[in-house]
């Protein structure tokens, strides 16, 4: 745990300015089995202080590896200093933040940090059990993997904060071969929020969804290619989730729409059908965590929801308190920094379509020929909001029923254009939080929906 060693160096703030002073450890644990051998095992840590400061239009940053209340006066003095050079050199048009509730987050819970053999035995067992069940794998690898970033804030004008954000997993990848001797593969993640002891307690506990998995596997085996074209689909909640990252989220943020995104000029305007409603989630649904609960950002300020798209109508922007003034909307507290040697960029937190009111069987039963895509391996999109995304997991339906598997394939599309044929969305909710966002600097995300009905253009013969 960290312990505060600058709090009364608020007395060094510059008045007028807005100034963060943040002290963070990042951690990483990983081990990796492939095909029964120790392919990994690896712990890092990497530590520091950094101070942003807010003058007259300009930011001046700085940081240190160094965390001692010398090195903290010696960052706050540089960041000033640096914000004093830009203001001396160029001129600024922006106009001052707005001051904002003050107040103080701390961290309610102790994070544990197991030992390396903890991993180890847990995915070694894991990996007995795949190997003696389905002896027929060509290649099976699992793996065991926590990360975590413990953050301490003061700031000038806004929320203290003390957060701690960890996470883990054990990913399973059984790969085949088909018909044909090719290989055939399928991945999952199991976990999310909380320390690996927390989430990996008994590693038989994994074993019916690994059987569940062993099962798509062979579902792939005998998979079929899709039939290329534009075709109805429902996209299952990852693929929901995806989308609502890659090709809606990244065109709202705030720094994204001063580029030069589609989401500039369509503001206000119907981008979706009025039954999609698309939110960025601090750190609650509907009285339970989101996978990656955000409570105040690393500007100071209080995390609240962010409501970008209401009943079809692109209604809000994600952003930092610089923005926030340049849009005349309020900050919700989407500035985020990976490491303590970054300074925080708009982020999304927890992206997501609201779940409707459809069954997913009476979805399945309205569709006479198309397809149920499940997962993705992958996926992009840039600022038009045109994308493409694998799809790893994926069903024919034909005349309202599940039908074979598919052979892992493309969906591609532009997200506004895609979203106005959604015409039926159901009433399950998922979330998935086991990756990074590349913007510039990686960053721990959660992303999630329900299914949805609509027609999109499908990769195949």
């Known amino acids: 745990m960290l312990t ?9 703030f510059e008045p007028g300015s807005h100034t963060e002073l943040r002290i963070q450890t990042n951690k990483t644990r990983r081990a990796c089995l492939l095909g029964g051998y120790l392919t990994t095992n690896s712990r890092a840590e990497a530590s520091g202080i950094s101070a942003r400061v807010y003058k007259n239009g300009f930011y001046g940053f700085s940081s240190s590896a160094s965390c001692t209340p010398a090195s903290c006066l010696t960052v706050l003095n540089a960041a000033t200093a640096n914000a004093d050079y830009f203001a001396k050199h160029l001129t600024s048009d922006k106009p001052s933040l707005r001051p904002l509730e003050n107040g103080s987050v701390k961290i309610k819970e102790d994070v544990t940090d197991p030992e390396q053999k903890y991993y180890i035995d847990f995915i070694r067992e894991v990996d007995n059990y795949i190997a003696n069940t389905y002896p027929d794998l060509s290649s099976r690898e699992v793996t065991a993997y926590a990360d975590s970033m413990e953050k301490l804030l003061h700031v000038s004008n806004g929320f203290d904060s003390h957060s701690i954000m960890p996470r883990s997993y054990v990913y399973v990848l059984l790969t085949a071969e088909d018909r044909e001797g090719q290989p055939v593969e399928v991945f999952y993640p199991f976990g999310g929020y909380g320390a690996f002891d927390a989430n990996f307690k008994d590693p038989a506990l994994l074993f019916p969804r690994i059987d569940d998995l062993y099962a798509t596997l062979t579902d792939k085996i005998e998979a079929v290619f899709a039939s290329a074209g534009f075709k109805t689909c429902i996209l299952g909640p990852m693929m929901t989730g995806m989308l609502a990252h890659e090709a809606v989220g990244h065109t709202v943020e705030a720094d994204i729409v001063l580029g030069g995104s589609v989401a500039g000029p369509n503001l206000g305007k119907t981008v979706a059908s009025e039954k999609i409603t698309m939110v960025d989630f601090a750190n609650n649904f509907r009285g339970a965590p989101v996978p990656l609960p955000v409570y105040v950002d690393d500007e100071g300020t209080k995390a609240e929801d962010a409501l970008l798209i209401d009943k079809g109508v692109l209604v809000g922007y994600m952003n930092s308190r610089e923005t926030a003034e340049l849009f005349n909307m309020k900050p919700l507290g989407n500035a985020r920094a990976y490491g303590y040697y970054d300074e925080p960029l708009i982020r999304m937190r927890n992206t997501a379509v609201l779940p409707g009111t459809d069954s997913l069987k009476d979805m399945i039963a309205s569709v006479d ?41 493309t969906i591609s599309g532009v997200a506004f254009d895609m979203l106005k044929t959604v015409d039926m969305v159901s009433n399950e909710m998922e979330w998935q939080s086991c990756g990074f966002c590349g913007k510039k600097q990686p960053m721990p995300v959660g992303m999630g929906g329900p299914s949805v009905r609509c027609r999109v253009n499908i990769g195949g013969r």
């Open 369 to 409: 020929d198309g397809y149920y895509l499940l997962d993705s391996s992958n996926g992009q999109a840039d600022t038009t909001g045109e994308f493409m995304f694998g799809v790893t997991i994926g069903y024919e339906i034909k005349h309202g029923k599940l039908g074979r598997a598919i052979k892992d394939t």
């Open 4 to 12: 505060d060693i600058y709090s009364d160096l608020s007395s060094n």
